[in-house]
């Protein structure tokens, strides 16, 4: 679509972040797929009083309604949204709409956004809408994706279906840059993916392990959600990906600290999320050995209250995050908390000491093991708390890691 088609660039047309349109499908109006279908068409009497949102329309000159919000009516049939060629956005979750219902709306002239999310769509072979650039397919039937094929898709929503392997025909989709397989049934990252990905998101998945293959393809990745899965090791990751900035591991199986250092040939990675694995629970399990609360550094007294001037007293470095830092001093972020400047200066003074030990240690031909230590006296509460530096630094770890 050229600019100036609808007087404004197709960007400028997209509703907004917050719009009805794009909030996720609630659990309380999702269609069961064994209720009995009973055929129901779409009139136009019905279809007009869904039309909202005024604009302008392709010609720039004239207003008109330029979307169709037709939810939850049991729909069979929607042929008669032909008549209203000036929509650019349809809302039709919520039906019993499959394939062959959708197959019409090729035939729409400006289609820019499609929500089917809830219907018993069983496959994304669409046919071809030239202006399409977000298509939502959540809560459906499908299981294959190669077939889905449109030019100028930019967003895919394929969340809660039944798809066990990703097969995407980079050529169908050349300028898909956000995909979305939440909830789905992948056991890895292989597979195909488009190119031009940058916003991965694949959340409470069965995935065990990642594919360096698949991941290395993947050079415009900016994002990559793994919550909710079931990785232990961060093998997979490579220096192929050099714009990937956010990476959240929330809610896996990580046990290691050491496991980190396989993130550091991410050149831009900044945002980093690992709260609810085992190696965070570490940090709670120490605290309570020592009879304190998790987050609870000091008690207010008397003179506090009362604005008294008090010794200013440092406060608690998280040792685990403390480590992630150490492997992977670029961050700014990890999970909800940015980095601070007491934490930058401790991580300094922690890897300058603990490398020149660590490099002595590999110079010799010594096999005693080191002491435990953890990373500053202030920080130390238990060794269930953190690693040992010797496990963090020490390359001679890799090798048992990676089995």
């Not at 956010?246 to 991410?266: D, E, G």
Request: charged fraction near 30%; glycine fraction near 4%; proline fraction near 5%.
């Amino acid at each position: 679509m050229a600019e100036g088609e609808f007087g404004e660039s197709p960007r400028q047309l997209l509703l907004p972040e917050d719009h009805e349109f794009f909030k996720p499908p609630s659990a309380q109006f999702i269609v069961p797929f064994d209720v009995p279908i009973v055929e129901k068409k779409l009139t136009f009497e019905e279809a007009s009083k869904c039309l909202n949102t005024l604009g302008k329309d392709e010609s720039g000159i004239r207003y008109a309604y330029l979307m169709i919000t037709a939810t939850d009516k049991k729909l069979t049939d929607i042929s008669i949204i032909l008549n209203f060629k000036h929509v650019l956005f349809l809302d039709l979750s919520g039906n019993y709409l499959n394939l062959e219902a959708l197959q019409v709306l090729a035939k729409m002239p400006f289609l820019l956004m499609l929500n089917a999310n809830r219907n018993r769509v069983e496959s994304g072979a669409l046919d071809t809408m030239p202006y399409l650039q977000t298509l939502c397919l959540n809560i459906n039937k499908i299981e294959e994706t190669y077939d889905i094929s449109q030019p100028m898709l930019e967003t895919l929503e394929l969340e809660f279906n039944q798809i066990f392997t990703a097969q995407f025909d980079n050529e169908k989709l050349p300028h898909l840059l956000e995909l979305d397989l939440k909830g789905n049934h992948l056991i890895d990252l292989s597979g195909l993916y488009p190119e031009s990905l940058e916003r991965l998101f694949v959340a409470q998945n069965k995935i065990t392990r990642l594919n360096d293959l698949a991941l290395s393809k993947l050079t415009n990745l900016t994002t990559l959600h793994l919550r909710d899965n079931k990785i232990r090791k961060l093998n997979g990751f490579s220096e192929f990906l050099t714009k990937l900035s956010y990476l959240n591991l929330r809610n896996n199986n990580i046990t290691k600290v050491r496991q980190f250092r396989k993130l550091a040939c991410l050149p831009s990675l900044e945002i980093l999320v690992y709260t609810g694995n085992p190696v965070d629970g570490k940090r709670q399990k120490g605290l309570e050995m020592q009879g304190e609360e998790p987050g609870e550094n000091e008690v207010e007294d008397e003179e506090e209250i009362f604005g008294e001037d008090q010794p200013e007293k440092k406060p608690e470095l998280d040792p685990i995050r403390l480590g992630v830092l150490v492997l992977l001093p670029n961050l700014k972020k990890i999970n909800k908390d940015l980095v601070n400047f007491q934490e930058k200066e401790e991580v300094f003074l922690t890897k300058s000491k603990r490398l020149d030990k660590i490099m002595s240690e590999m110079s010799s031909d010594e096999e005693t093991e080191p002491p435990t230590t953890t990373y500053t006296s202030e920080t130390a509460g238990s060794e269930s708390e953190a690693e040992t530096d010797q496990d963090i630094f020490d390359p001679r770890t890799d090798e048992e890691e990676n089995k």
